[in-house]
């Protein structure tokens, strides 16, 4: 009877163990709309290879790229009904839930990306990242793409050349009272749209970093680009409160350290494939780049800058200051 006992425990235990081992790892979708050959593409593939190796057993990394589960309208409703759990939207996309996050798209506020370092990792820049916990959305950090140029079908070389122009823009009431400002037609549409738009000449132009000219062809279709730097393209990484609090504590940090890794190699990738991916639009010979002089971007920076006080009280002085700050 003692053996008969033992045995069954034997069997009890050896079946617990096999359970545990065979405990199913933790499930994190991440949505994205660019390629894979861009900043936010490359940072999350890496993101699913070092989890992978660090922590496979715990959690596994789906990466859906080019809008294919869902586009940036989209995909902060997924999160918060727990469709998807990572996800890096621009910055101009958070409207919804939060006003502070517009400094991003006021134009002419930075630089270059040094300054745009300096106020991300600062103490305004990082308070952001919690600005729509109340929401339930959960800022994880930031990624480069790069600075804005404008793209056209006609040359864009002062700001009276814009005007009457429509330009697709994101979800952002900024990024519409800069277009406002130079008297162009700002139309708000969802990334994965824009190229078919543009082909079929529905609109004359539309603004974005070299990377995602190139990756998503836009250079093929518009035959005019102004090298204007006009304003920044940037991304944050989010989850949501929900799903992330549910998180053991040791999982959740050593994904939050992994992820700080994927974002530090997102954001020097960034660097590079701007500069490689705009020479490779030079080579192609599609469009024509329109370098401005001192003179003609001043007259861009002069129409469009009246835009940062109209969005002060929103997004709050002492933040716009500490941008400046950076420069
Ligand atoms: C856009 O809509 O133009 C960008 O937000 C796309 C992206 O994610 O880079």
């Not at 992330?244 to 700080?260: F, I, M, R």
């Not at 920076?301 to 997004?315: G, Y």
Request: aromatic share 8%; glycine share 6%; net charge negative.
């Amino acid at each position: 009877k003692k053996t008969c006992v033992a045995v069954i425990l034997a069997l009890v235990f050896s079946i617990g163990l096999a359970l545990s081992a065979h405990a199913k790892p933790i499930v994190v979708k991440f949505s994205h709309v660019v390629a894979e050959n861009t900043p936010k593409g490359k940072m999350a593939n890496k993101f699913r290879d070092l989890v992978a190796e660090r922590m496979g057993d715990k959690v596994v990394v789906e990466v859906y790229p080019n809008s294919q589960l869902f586009n940036d309208d989209g995909v902060l409703q997924a999160l918060l009904l727990g469709d998807v759990q990572l996800a890096a939207p621009a910055l101009s996309k958070f409207q919804k839930y939060t006003d502070v996050l517009q400094i991003y798209d006021l134009p002419f506020l930075f630089k270059d990306m040094e300054a745009v370092e300096c106020f991300q990792q600062g103490p305004q820049g990082m308070k952001m990242l919690q600005s729509m916990s109340n929401k339930g959305i959960l800022g994880l950090g930031y990624l480069h793409n790069g600075m804005k140029q404008l793209s056209s079908s006609s040359p864009l070389r002062v700001p009276e050349d814009a005007a009457g122009k429509k330009f697709r823009i994101m979800t952002s009431d900024v990024l519409a009272a800069q277009f406002e400002a130079v008297n162009a037609i700002p139309l708000k549409k969802p990334f994965s749209e824009v190229f078919t738009l543009l082909q079929t000449k529905a609109i004359d132009g539309q603004e974005n970093t070299w990377s995602n000219i190139y990756s998503q062809k836009f250079y093929e279709v518009q035959p005019y680009i102004t090298e204007s730097n006009h304003g920044l393209l940037d991304y944050l990484v989010v989850t949501s409160v929900e799903f992330w609090s549910g998180l053991p504590e040791d999982v959740a940090t050593e994904l939050e350290d992994t992820l700080a890794d994927a974002l530090a190699y997102g954001n020097e990738e960034s660097y590079n494939l701007s500069q490689q991916q705009k020479q490779m639009i030079i080579d192609s010979g599609r469009s024509e780049i329109i370098e401005l002089t001192d003179e003609e971007r001043a007259k861009w920076v002069e129409a469009m800058k009246p835009v940062w006080d109209q969005f002060a009280d929103e997004i709050g002085q002492e933040n716009i200051d500490a941008a400046v700050a950076c420069n």
